[in-house]
């Protein structure tokens, strides 16, 4: 889509208005879908334990040793319930990109984390204290006898691999961890989740039978592993496989920045929207086994697509001697820095370093009205002024405006802005005069992209019409 072309058609206040229409329709489908999926959440857990409370079990509680076994029953089924949950938020379903963004998605699955161990360990302490109450044995005798039988060591070696994928999350650990390290470790909380199955369909009899909530928990399993199975492994390979993307060429923008140019089949099929990303391996012997998320620098047209990075670790560093020919797969496109989450008439863009590269695809899709876009491009230095041609000229001839600026941030002040600047006295409303009549896309380093954001925040602008894509 081109960002300037006018020619017959609608005049552009008609368009204009026309657009804004559509904007507003579409937050509200958006806001609609994210009240449906987080009421669906909700939902989960209390159907959870609404079946178990009528399953008829709660009828044997007959003393304090059944109703602590009964309360550990519980507890263990929100558990499981929210670690399902986790696991659908991070099977990247497209329908939860478009709504929430991957991001929101995955900041969810953070935040039930937490809730979710506790559970689980909260379950196995309440089942102990509940069999010994039964059994009359102490805790410490009652807890190695369900160290007996496969189905009770797998669902002990499911707690403990939990117990790793949670110290591994934490900030200082993970930190420290590399990447791929940290995401490996990961994965293990699916198997951690389904070596749990076997004890609840023999201790638990939630997954035996034939009733309603072995019905209900077969789906939730099948929704969840389902979901990660088809999103985030068959899809994958199958759009890898029908794409055929390749390597045609690296280009060297400036010190340690390049543009990949790839070459593929059908890529219109793809739908990438300006501003998305994708998950990038790229099928060379030094870089295979790390994959990458990177933004489109430019929307693909049917054979080709480019990327544009900035070396920042070992595995971007490799990218740039990648050779011609190379096969490329990837997941995606993802991310909801687009034309499509806007909401307000107007839009200003604030990009730094390497973050230009979503901004620029971003203003390329978008059919921008006369003088609609306010763009800032912040740098630190001169070797950070890539792609900001492409910008500009997509900026400018739709008579938007573009402010440079160059220079290092001020030492021992938080502004994300360059030290002359802020020597002047400008602020955000300064450079971007019609911020509040406009949706805000910040790209760039996260705690810079703090920075703006908080300014914007506190300048009056909506939570809604703030966009940001951090790059680490
Ligand atoms: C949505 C999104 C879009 C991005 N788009 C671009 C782009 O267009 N151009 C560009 O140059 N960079 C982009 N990045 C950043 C880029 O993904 C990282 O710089 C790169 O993966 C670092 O890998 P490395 O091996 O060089 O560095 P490392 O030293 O391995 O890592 C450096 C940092 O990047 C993080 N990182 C590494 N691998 C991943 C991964 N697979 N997923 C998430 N974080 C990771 C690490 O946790 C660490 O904080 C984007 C990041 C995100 C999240």
């Not at 951690?192 to 004890?199: E, G, I, K």
Request: glycine share 8%.
């Amino acid at each position: 889509m081109s960002s300037t072309i006018r020619s017959n058609g609608p005049s552009p206040s008609v368009r204009e208005a026309t657009a804004q229409r559509d904007r507003v329709r579409s937050l509200r489908r958006r806001e609609r879908a994210e009240v449906v999926l987080v009421a669906a959440c909700l939902v989960s857990v209390i159907v959870a334990v609404m079946l178990f409370l009528t399953s008829g079990r709660p009828a044997q509680i007959a003393d304090l040793a059944s109703a602590v076994t009964a309360a550990g029953i519980v507890t263990g089924l929100v558990g499981s319930d929210l670690l399902l949950l986790m696991l659908v938020l991070a099977a990247r379903i497209p329908w939860v990109d478009r709504t929430f963004g991957q991001d929101a998605a995955i900041r969810l699955h953070r935040r039930l984390g937490k809730p979710a161990v506790y559970l689980i360990l909260g379950h196995g302490a309440l089942i102990i204290v509940g069999y010994s109450l039964r059994d009359g044995l102490s805790l410490w005798h009652q807890t190695l006898s369900l160290f007996s039988g496969a189905d009770m060591l797998l669902a002990w070696l499911g707690t403990g691999l939990l117990l790793v994928v949670v110290v591994t999350s934490l900030v200082v650990v993970r930190r420290r961890l590399a990447h791929e390290v940290w995401h490996a470790v990961h994965l293990v909380s699916y198997a951690a989740v389904l070596v749990a199955v076997p004890h609840q369909l023999s201790a638990g009899q939630v997954l035996a039978g034939s009733t309603v909530q072995t019905f209900y928990w077969i789906c939730l399993y099948v929704l969840a592993f389902g979901s990660i199975a088809w999103f985030r492994f068959a899809a994958p390979l199958l759009a890898t496989d029908e794409h055929q993307l390749r390597v045609t060429a690296v280009e060297p923008l400036s010190p340690g920045v390049f543009s990949i140019h790839l070459s593929g089949r059908d890529l219109s099929r793809l739908g990438v929207r300006g501003g998305q990303y994708a998950i990038w391996r790229f099928w060379s012997r030094r870089t295979w086994w790390h994959a990458h998320p990177i933004s489109f620098s430019a929307v693909p047209i049917d054979t080709e697509a480019r990327l544009t990075v900035r070396a920042l670790g070992a595995g971007t560093k490799r990218l740039a001697r990648l050779k011609a020919g190379t096969k490329v797969s990837f997941a995606g496109p993802y991310g909801i820095f687009t034309d499509a989450a806007r909401t307000a008439p107007r839009l200003a863009v604030v990009a730094a370093g390497i973050g230009i590269t979503p901004a620029r695809a971003l203003l390329e899709d978008t059919d921008l009205a006369r003088g609609e876009a306010t763009v800032v491009l912040r740098a630190t230095d001169r070797s950070q002024v890539f792609l900001w041609d492409e910008t500009e000229r997509l900026v400018e001839q739709s008579g938007g405006a573009v402010v440079e600026m160059i220079g290092r941030r001020p030492s021992g002040q938080s502004s994300w802005m360059s030290a002359d600047a802020v020597t002047r006295g400008a602020s955000i409303v300064a450079v971007l005069p019609d911020l509040l009549d406009s949706d805000l896309f910040v790209c760039g380093p996260g705690d810079w992209a703090d920075l703006v954001v908080g300014e914007a925040r506190a300048a009056g602008l909506p939570e809604r019409r703030i966009h940001v894509e951090k790059f680490v």
